[in-house]
């Protein structure tokens, strides 16, 4: 996944009509403002009421469903390789918002602070905060790609991370 893919996708979602974030990999790098290393690919919340906008558009640029793990995430890649992983949230009045877990007693929480704007190829972009970075890389053995992602958390931000 380039950062071409990357702008085009969001291009696409926005004439959807659909409010996107990026997290994972991409979410760092935009966090950053530089690409510090290749993506296999791209993770993206959205508000679920927007699904079937988010599906349309991309079902329409020829991803389809690959993983189904509702209501957590799922997955659509594209014939050439390029994956999306996708996160249902349910955002509450104050912009806070709950993404379902695989365990229904633990949802995963986005305070409303953590929706900020980074820079990919120079463009503005939706994605989540630092902090929120690494609340989600906890609670599951790192792979590589993992550390180097909260390297540069602690290299930019100066943050403490657990790997």
């Known amino acids: 996944m ?6 085009n996708v969001l291009v696409l979602l926005r004439e959807a009509g659909a409010d996107i974030w990026i997290g994972g990999g991409w979410g760092i790098d ?3 403002g530089e690409q ?7 993770d993206l919340m959205h ?3 927007q699904e079937p906008a988010v ?5 329409g640029a020829g991803f389809a469903e690959t993983l189904d793990r509702r209501p957590a995430r799922f997955v659509l890649a594209h014939p050439d390789g390029r994956e999306i992983d996708l ?8 912009g806070s918002a709950e993404q379902s877990s695989l365990d229904p007693d633990q949802p995963f929480r986005y305070p409303a602070e953590v929706f900020v704007t980074g820079t990919i190829a120079g463009e503005p972009v939706p994605c989540l905060s630092a902090e929120q970075q690494v609340r989600f890389h906890q609670g599951y053995e790192p792979a590589e790609r993992d550390r180097h992602d909260m390297a540069q958390l602690r290299r930019v931000f100066g943050i ?3 790997i």
């Open 160 to 162: 403490g991370t657990h």
């Open 36 to 42: 510090t290393r290749n993506h296999r690919d791209l």
């Open 47 to 49: 508000r679920a009421e």
């Open 2 to 7: 380039t950062a071409d893919d990357v702008r």
């Open 30 to 32: 935009a966090l950053t």
């Open 87 to 94: 996160h249902p949230l349910r955002f509450a009045p104050d």
């Open 55 to 59: 599906l349309a558009a991309l079902t």
